[in-house]
């Protein structure tokens, strides 16, 4: 065993960094990654560091600005590009795995830790989002830390880590806001059914921890709301509540629901925590079947590292299994206890785990490979900005209707969006070259642009891109293209 250690931590660096130089070849594709990109460009030369914008005249309330920060900081310091951009997110799961890693070793002993670490950083979700951008990877980060540090303090591992629990709340609440307290507390609930963990949470350092909390997280809350009033209304009413009892809330200010039916976020538990669910399912039902659930159950009510560990696990999915409007992001708080329960009940030689923990992050490089060499494969829009930049430098680029988060981002918010009904207008009144991008499922646009005497010069996966030249057109006042184009 002894001599296989170091292969193991060479494996498990090696899929980290690995994830590291796909983050700096894949474009930012629709939706989440290149809004989120460019709020932190706009944070990052705008110098607010408060109020993150949803676009130069529009607040965004959806979310704290933690992840915002991070990003921003690292454009002054790398540069504006998808690494520097992505970089915080691997970061934040880096130190996440250091959390599973030493809450696994003291709880059950190395083999252990070290296992759960090569789990957790190979789950589908975990390896994903630790380079993406995305608010969940500091989210993850905050519950974890207060997991984590409520058991690590029972263990009498010093009281920095009863700090660690309140600094995790406060990463929580600056990244997400309060639904670390609902996720982690819910999590922490069953340690109310054990004695000895009565008592830990009694000891945790509630005083000096709020303050600490206070301290952090509040002078954010009152200087948004100062700033932008209305935010807290949005933000605590409208994203933690109308969110969660209405797939379809209407007062959502930065796009649409994602209804799922209920009970999807267990689907979505088995594929975020992937490929290692499919030996952990057959794993408890051959136990069932085996009748060495009962035993189980007896070990449950006298173990309280067991009895944590699983609460914290189910949790979260139980929690948002009536919730309609989810993502499989959702599932990543839960993940760290998973990992933990995995590598402890489940019998594995260290080459086949190995083997394990190589499906997720091979297919990332692959899939990164793929579509750095053809962006096509993805709806972004980098080739077209890209193309209109090496072609017409300085020429207004303008979308027909819409206005994708990926043109703004890499054109630096320089595009424009003509609706259909400023069209003729806007043709008609060009006194310079100008380039325009259509639907490629607007074909009734693409066939007037094509007899009004103007082809196309490049495309995206979504969009055809026309060199417009500045003389009289006339082609009609149009009207927007029917969903169905």
């Not at 005497?453 to 009289?472: D, E, K, V, W």
Request: aromatic share 12%; hydrophobic share 50%; with cysteine.
């Amino acid at each position: 065993m002894p001599s296989r250690i170091p292969s193991l931590w060479l494996l498990l660096g090696g899929i980290l960094l690995l994830r590291l130089v796909t983050m700096g070849i894949v474009p930012f594709a629709e939706t989440t990654e290149p809004r989120y990109a460019e709020m932190a460009r706009l944070m990052a030369v705008s110098g607010d560091w408060i109020t993150p914008w949803f676009s130069q005249t529009q607040p965004f309330w959806g979310k704290p600005p933690l992840a915002f920060w991070a990003e921003a900081i690292s454009i002054h310091l790398l540069g504006n590009s998808e690494f520097a951009i992505r970089l915080p997110s691997w970061l934040a799961t880096l130190a996440t795995l250091y959390l599973v890693f030493r809450l696994a070793q003291q709880l059950y002993d190395t083999a252990t830790a070290r296992r759960a670490a090569l789990i957790y950083a190979t789950c589908a979700l975990v390896y994903v989002i630790a380079g993406a951008v995305l608010t969940d990877p500091f989210l993850a980060l905050g519950t974890t830390w207060m997991m984590a540090g409520f058991l690590l303090n029972r263990a009498g591992a010093g009281t920095r880590w009863g700090y660690g629990f309140f600094l995790g709340m406060s990463i929580g609440l600056l990244a997400k806001g309060p639904l670390v307290l609902v996720l982690a507390g819910g999590a922490t609930a069953p340690a109310l059914l054990y004695p000895a963990l009565r008592q830990q949470l009694r000891q945790l350092p509630w005083a000096g921890g709020l303050l600490l909390t206070s301290v952090l997280v509040l002078p954010w809350y009152v200087l948004a709301e100062q700033k932008t009033p209305g935010f807290l209304q949005y933000f605590l009413v409208g994203e933690h509540i109308l969110r969660f009892i209405d797939p379809g809330w209407s007062g959502d200010l930065y796009g649409s629901a994602h209804q799922r039916a209920h009970g999807t976020i267990w689907l979505y538990a088995l594929a975020a925590t992937f490929p290692w669910s499919l030996l952990v399912l057959p794993h408890l039902l051959w136990r069932a079947g085996a009748g060495k659930l009962p035993p189980l159950l007896q070990t449950l009510r006298s173990d309280p590292r067991l009895g944590y560990l699983l609460g914290w696990t189910l949790f979260t999915p139980v929690f948002f299994t009536l919730a309609g409007n989810i993502l499989w992001t959702y599932v990543l708080p839960a993940i760290p206890a998973f990992s933990i329960l995995a590598a402890r009940s489940l019998s594995l030689r260290l080459p086949r785990l190995q083997g394990w923990s190589l499906p997720v992050p091979a297919a990332v490089l692959c899939g990164g490979i793929m579509v750095s060499l053809n962006p096509l494969l993805l709806n972004t829009e980098k080739p077209l900005v890209d193309y209109a930049e090496a072609v017409m430098p300085g020429a207004a680029l303008a979308y027909l209707d819409t206005l994708p988060f990926s043109a703004r981002y890499y054109s630096a918010d320089r595009v424009l969006q003509v609706e259909s009904e400023q069209l003729t207008e806007w043709l008609a009144t060009r006194t310079e070259p100008a380039l325009l991008a259509v639907r490629l499922r607007d074909r009734n646009r693409q066939q007037a642009l094509a007899a009004a005497g103007y082809a196309p010069n490049a495309q995206s996966s979504r969009f055809m891109l026309y060199r417009i030249q500045p003389q009289p057109v006339a082609i009609g006042a149009w009207k927007p293209a029917s969903p169905d184009g």
